[in-house]
């Protein structure tokens, strides 16, 4: 599959990209600078934003027999979904106290945790008011913008919910195992958004309710398969933004180190003492190495593409349909 998924919006991005400076917009120049230093040095190729697009074209392919457009209500959805990711970045950074994101110094550390939390939040409202001024289809019915705000807020309440979960690393009553903790966590701060967002955009989009959980059945899934090769790379030294085994430096148990346990039931108390003790970081790491628990998170990672991409083959043949299974792939051989 030669596809490019990034080629086929690249002329669309330019539109999300002008969308996503907008929602930096402030007539408070501090606030203005805090939010400009974090949100304007992201880099990448916008996986995120690129999705939406990609499941808007499909989605109008497959309503127009092969005619691949899509509503401009698609762009505006995807730099909301695109802000509202890195405002959980900058959150991440405030509370784990971290000195660099991005091989730059973190915005915490330039500018303070309390007017991070200001900007963050100012960047967040203006997220939100974003999907209210995003076009709707002539044929939807006056509340699809609010159902739009409604499945963006759900996104955002699980966003704070998913944080929280980070914060208290397990569930205290044992009501579910720590792994069962950890992918909820995981749908929580990756999935929803990524799922939400779809749905938000197809339903602004005038497509049927069958499409429209298609496009969240995509995003919920390549989104657990981009977390789960995230905690993957914190383990090989890739450029994440992030430092090399920042997780277990902030005392997280992603399933890497999960899946070990098995193997080295050592790690349960290392885990259960967030690595807190000298040497636990690298012995952690080391055993982590030894053990299959690596290749498990990057098997369920593709198990979760795959489930991506029968969501995406539910769609007419198109070149937006094949992009969606190529960024499904990229996702989990990605390095960074």
């Known amino acids: 599959m030669n596809v490019d998924p990034f080629a086929l919006v690249k002329d669309s991005i330019v539109s999300v990209s002008a969308n996503i400076k907008m929602i930096l917009g402030s007539d408070h120049p501090v606030l203005e600078a805090v939010a400009k230093y974090f949100f304007e040095n992201d880099g990448g190729k916008k996986i995120r934003p690129t999705m939406i697009l990609l499941l808007s074209q499909a989605a109008e392919a497959d309503r127009l ?8 209500s698609a762009e505006y959805i995807a730099a909301s979904q695109q802000r509202l990711a890195e405002i959980t970045l900058l959150h991440d950074d405030v509370i784990d106290e971290a000195d660099t994101r991005r091989g730059m110094q973190s915005v915490n550390k330039v500018f303070g945790s309390k007017l ?72 929580y701060k990756t999935g929803s958004l990524m799922a939400n967002s ?47 085994l920042a997780d277990l430096k902030a ?12 193997e080295f039931p050592v790690l349960k108390e290392l885990v259960a003492r967030k690595f807190s003790s000298e040497g636990d970081i690298e012995l952690a790491a080391d055993l982590v190495e030894k053990s299959v628990g690596l290749q498990k998170s990057k098997d369920l990672a593709i198990a979760q593409a795959e489930l991506a991409c029968q969501a995406a083959h539910q769609f007419s043949p198109s070149p937006a349909r094949d992009a969606l299974v190529k960024l499904a792939q990229l996702v989990i051989t990605r390095t960074k």
């Open 116 to 187: 991070s939390i200001l900007a963050g939040t100012a960047v967040l409202w203006r997220s939100t008011f974003v999907v209210l001024m995003a076009p709707r289809g002539i044929r939807r019915r006056l509340f699809a913008r609010s159902v739009a705000v409604e499945l963006m807020s759900t996104a955002i309440e699980h966003l704070v919910k998913g944080e929280v979960m980070q914060m208290r690393h397990a569930d205290k009553s044992g009501a579910i195992s720590p792994f069962e903790y950890y992918l909820r966590k995981n749908y």
């Open 65 to 72: 027999a092969g005619q691949s457009t899509f509503p401009k």
């Open 251 to 262: 005392g997280l148990a992603t399933a890497p180190v999960l899946l070990a346990q098995e």
């Open 198 to 244: 779809c749905k938000a955009s197809l339903v602004l989009g005038d497509h049927t309710d069958r499409v429209c959980e298609l496009g969240f059945a995509y995003g919920r899934h390549l989104g657990l398969a981009f977390q789960l090769i995230d905690d993957v790379l914190d383990y090989s030294g890739q450029n994440t933004g992030k430092p090399m």
